[in-house]
């Protein structure tokens, strides 16, 4: 055993290899505690309606994660993104225009998310506490304004409920984003700036420009996980999206990401993390464990990860 | 003489593995009363593995150390001090955001309490005897310590580690940090324990200080130590090649710096500063031509650091511009663009990231080279990276490992490779030989050398007068922000001829 994690290829792959580790694990011990109930086509399809909101979004939080960043507004951006989709849907009887004013809103949020706290020196946590609560007020008022409890929407998106829908948006958004990840200046850059951004800045990265486009990715990231949270649902409310943001942060650690960012994070984090993440919850419930313990068990769990893959690696040598 | 003097600390047999790897391998030393014992050694040879020991920083393998007749095995550093052996360390040491005060009595605040609560008008009184007792009057004990520069903290870790109880000061590559100035007042402390019948352990990379300062001198390569060299001998005309052969374990020759006194260059402009100032430059000019050395020397604080970080636009300038071939320098990324690549002396905060790959750090200026059609084809950053890791003769593994892992001169390589494989034509280096070892020192100073014949323009900003006379076409003394002389390369040149216009 130690001569195994001496060997320095293993080393250098533990990370992946223990989070690939956990979802396998996580898979062997639902599938026999649910008595074979993980894999039935029903459960299956639930388990990818579930994971697909949940991947898209973290691919795209993986690039701001990288750079050691944190975005809390997700969940309330969400929110209020499926209720203007719904409305203007329903207004204009388009989904496509109703599409395409979220993303344009989700795109000015990512410049707003990535500028103004460049511009104004501010840790991009702040603004995102202030995009967080921003969102959560227009949530309110739009409810209000609608004075309904949840709005459903008219338009027939059954087409974008299918599994097969859903497998080929995972599937695209994951191959754009591994190639922007591993091949492109951007995530190269991201990964650089949460390794070091002084060093970057001084290779002649503009460190700026390339935060504002990582916010500009997720922003698309959060309008189509929006699009499909809609599909799935039908109706959004006051509760739509609470909670997202957290999740993203869960199931990103989840699949080995580190919080600091650098050139310790890989893409697979987040697809990894996703499914651990939704196969986690779901498995509980189908064992029949009661609704309120399910938190204990998580953060349990989440703990248990956390020591495994984030602590720092001992026994380094001295100069 | 030096039979009569008492035997202070001895070290018997010592080794000390790190796994596989053996850093110290059967070493005997003895440190005597009133000496200033000097360690020399390449980066890796064991210098600070035996001090660290001795001090109480970590654990030896196997061996014995006896200090002052009883066996000597300190569990920490702060049970060595109290024990007699202090140590001032290479990197930075004192405690941000908190006072002079409290930082020079950091562990000892119950001499300054009653019922629990501190009383800090008595710690900083006390402190401020303390800053008097070492000549560091410039300094208040109630200040915060983030209000003095890196050199001043230094010289507080000075005041924190000798106390009366002090018998064996360990002074560990301490001088590259400290100014001329600094240097002075650490000197005469290691005169004057020297003289109280102490003793120091004095460690550097720089012979002429060793040689200067040391009464006997030790010689470590590998763990091991290959020499010991006596006051009588260091005096010998050349004693400094002896120890040089013996640190580095061949014969490197005379050649160190560049041999030709030819200060001839290109005409073409390809730098220039005209009328530049900040909040403390005043209207600063200077043109660096294509193919020429530029050295700028002068004690820290003179304003030349900041010369260098102008042209890479890390510096806001009220007026005034740098140009580079006629274009303005306004950030870093345009300075990249333009062709400009820039050394930081801080190594590890500014030019690379630890955290991350060579061949990451090699490609990163380079990046938007490789593209083809927004994608970077990993087989190309691979190919960049390995010809570099090839070409300045990296020691590595591989392009995949991590630069933390890499001794200090590897390291500074790296950051010379990311500009050539850039292929920036103008480098400006701020301390490009900081902490480097003289092996590779050598090999850097024959790619300076080359980079200026293949029409490359460098600004050598350094605080080693030697390698600026030894390198530089024209070099240019500052003091207080302004240029105070210009001399021409000449092989006539000595550094008593420099000091008086830096002072």
Known sequence: MKKLIQNDRLRAHSGSLLSYGGLALCLIVFSILSKGRLFSAYNVGILIQAACVYAILAMGAIFIYSMGYMDISVGAQVGVYCILCILITNATGSLLLGFATILALALICGLINGYVSVMLGLPSIVTSIFLNSIFGGVQMLLMEWVDTNSVGIQYDMSFLKSITAMVTAIAVIAVIAVCLYNYTQLGKYTRAIGANEKAAQLSGVSVTKWKVLAYIFFGICIAVAALFLTARTGSAGKGTGTGYAMDIMVALLLGGMPLSGGMRSRISSSLIGSFTYVILSNGLTLSGVDTSHVYVIKALVFLAVILITCRKREGVLPR | ?503
């Open chain 2, 1 to 503: 003489m030096s039979a009569v003097e008492e035997l202070l600390l001895e070290i018997k047999k010592m080794n000390k593995n790190f796994g596989p790897i053996a850093a110290l391998k059967d070493v005997d030393l003895a440190i005597r009363r009133g000496q200033i014992h000097g360690l020399i050694g390449e980066n890796g040879s064991g210098k600070s593995t035996i001090t660290s020991i001795a001090a109480g920083m970590q654990e030896a393998t196997s061996g014995e150390m006896r200090f002052k007749g009883k066996p000597w095995k300190p569990a920490s550093m702060v049970e060595a001090q109290a024990g007699g052996i202090s140590m001032i360390l290479q990197e930075a040491n004192t405690i941000p955001n908190c006072s002079v005060a409290e930082n020079l009595f950091a562990g000892q605040e119950n001499h300054f309490s009653t019922l629990g609560f501190v009383n800090s008008k008595k710690m900083n009184r006390a402190a401020d005897e303390i800053l008097q007792k070492f000549n560091l009057t410039h300094m208040r004990g109630k200040d915060s310590v983030n209000a003095y520069g890196f050199e001043d903290r230094k010289l507080i870790e000075l005041a924190r580690a000798v106390t009366d109880e002090t018998e064996i000061l360990v002074v560990d590559e301490t001088t590259t940090a400290l100014s001329f100035e600094g240097r002075e007042i650490l000197y005469r402390l290691m005169d004057k324990l020297a003289a109280e019948n102490k003793a120091v352990i004095f460690i550097s990379h720089d012979l002429d200080e060793i040689l200067l300062h040391c009464s006997i001198l030790t010689v470590l390569r590998d763990g091991e130590i290959r020499g010991v060299i006596t006051k009588e001998e260091m005096k010998q005309p050349d004693s400094i090649h002896k120890i040089r052969q013996l640190m580095v374990g061949r014969d490197i020759g005379d050649k160190f710096y560049r041999s030709d006194c030819d200060g001839s260059h290109g005409d073409e402009v390809v730098l220039e500063y005209k009328n530049v100032s900040n909040a403390n430059i005043k209207n600063f000019s200077l043109q660096l031509h294509a193919g020429e050395i530029i050295g700028i020397g002068g004690l820290s604080g003179c304003g030349m650091h900041e010369i260098g970080r102008m042209a890479f636009g890390l510096e806001h300038l009220d007026h005034g511009h740098v140009l580079c071939r006629g274009r303005e320098i306004l950030n870093t990324a345009k300075a990249v663009q333009a062709g400009i690549g820039y050394i930081s002396k801080n190594r590890d905060q500014e030019a690379l990231i630890l955290e991350g790959a060579i061949s990451t750090n090699i490609v990163m200026p380079s990046l938007p080279d490789l593209k083809k059609a927004a994608f970077i084809p990993p087989a190309r950053e691979r190919r960049l990276a390995d010809e570099q890791i090839r070409l300045l003769a990296i020691k590595c593994e591989n392009g995949g490992q991590w630069v933390s892992t890499l001794s200090g001169g590897n390291k500074q390589k790296v950051s010379f490779a990311k500009w050539i494989a850039k292929g920036s034509d103008i480098i400006i280096m701020d301390c490009p030989t900081r902490g480097v070892d003289i092996g590779v020192k050598q090999a850097m100073y024959q790619l300076i050398y080359d980079m200026k014949k293949e029409g490359k323009a460098i600004l050598m900003i350094s605080e080693e007068m030697a390698e600026l006379i030894g390198m530089a076409d024209r070099l240019i003394i500052m003091k207080d922000f302004q240029i105070a002389k210009e001399f021409s390369r000449s092989g006539t040149l000595t550094e008593g001829d420099i000091i008086e216009y830096m002072i």
